[in-house]
Nanobody, 125 residues
Framework: QVQLGESGGGLVQAGGSLELSCVAS????????MGWFRQAPGKEREFVARITWSEGTTYYTNSVKGRFTISRDNAKNTGYLQMNSLKPEDTAVYYC??????????????????WGQGTQVTVSS
């Protein structure tokens, strides 16, 4: 089992920045792929970014490329999502997730068995 806990959400003006953190406990986090997802009001949860445990290979959904950066510090069992140039459409509850494999992008949230409780990000215009 892996337990995940997000922090760092809040209210920010458009164009601003936030950094989300995800602290893991339990099994060896360094062996897990970490992903970030988000769910806006009235919408389905969507993939944002992921980073593999071995090479640290990253992948982003198109809408956040060039603005968001996913990273991890395995020594601290912590993952991060740096969000810059935030837009009102980035408003959502953000979730971190972990998987012992490298899920296909097509698998979406179904590829991740472990989830945090979420943190709210609100971007005002």
């Amino acid at each position: 089992q892996v337990q995940l806990g997000e922090s760092g959400g809040g209210l920010v003006q458009a164009g601003g920045s936030l950094e989300l953190s995800c602290v893991a406990s339990g099994r060896t986090f360094s062996r897990f792929t970490m992903g970030w997802f988000r769910q806006a009001p009235g919408k389905e949860r969507e993939f944002v970014a992921r980073i593999t445990w071995s090479e640290g290979t990253t992948y982003y959904t198109n809408s956040v490329k060039g603005r968001f950066t996913i990273s991890r510090d395995n020594a601290k069992n912590t993952g991060y999502l740096q969000m810059n140039s935030l837009k009102p459409e980035d408003t959502a509850v953000y979730y971190c997730a972990a998987s012992p494999i490298v899920p296909s992008i097509a698998a979406g949230e179904n590829g991740y068995p472990y989830w945090g409780q979420g943190t709210q990000v609100t971007v005002s215009s």
